[in-house]
């Protein structure tokens, strides 16, 4: 007959896990303190206004055959027109247009066009304070806007 061998196994009372607790709930506190500290850190860059190169006030309108007229609005100089189905163009105008027309404001107004010293490129309406980012949408993107600024840099 084979003999059974009963284990003792250690128990957890007291001290020992209340220590454990303890390191647990500091480990989880750290970590969000520290994950609350990047997000800060990256919205303070994030607000640092960048300098800008380059800038232009550019008009827009709709044409009947479904091009975009552009023009200088300081000028009044044509620039050239955006053609065909220029979904990403078409997509980034609708959206600052829709914003200005839920705040109540109209197409008269330029938007403001604008390259900063760290390349980037950005096209932002002054009624809605509204901005976009062209040059996070991609170099192809970017360059739709880019030759109204003297092409991309």
Do not use: C
Not at 29 to 40: D, N
Not at 74 to 81: A, F, I
């Amino acid at each position: 007959m084979a003999s059974v061998r009963l284990i003792s196994r250690p128990r957890l009372e007291g001290g020992p896990l209340w220590a454990i607790g303890l390191l647990l709930t500091s480990t989880l506190l750290l970590a969000g303190w520290s994950a609350h500290e990047k997000r800060q850190a990256a919205a303070a860059v994030a607000r640092q206004p960048i300098p800008t190169l380059q800038q232009r006030l550019i008009l827009v309108h709709d044409r009947a055959d479904g091009s975009i007229v552009v023009k200088d609005a300081q000028t009044d100089e044509p620039l050239p027109s955006i053609v065909g189905e220029a979904g990403f163009a078409r997509s980034v105008l609708r959206s600052l247009a829709q914003s200005r027309l839920r705040q109540g404001g109209g197409p008269q107004a330029p938007f403001l066009l604008s390259r900063g010293e760290d390349g980037s490129l950005h096209i932002s309406d002054p009624q809605t304070g509204r901005d976009i980012d062209l040059t996070a949408l991609g170099p192809t993107n970017a360059g739709v806007f880019a030759v109204y600024l003297g092409g991309l840099q």
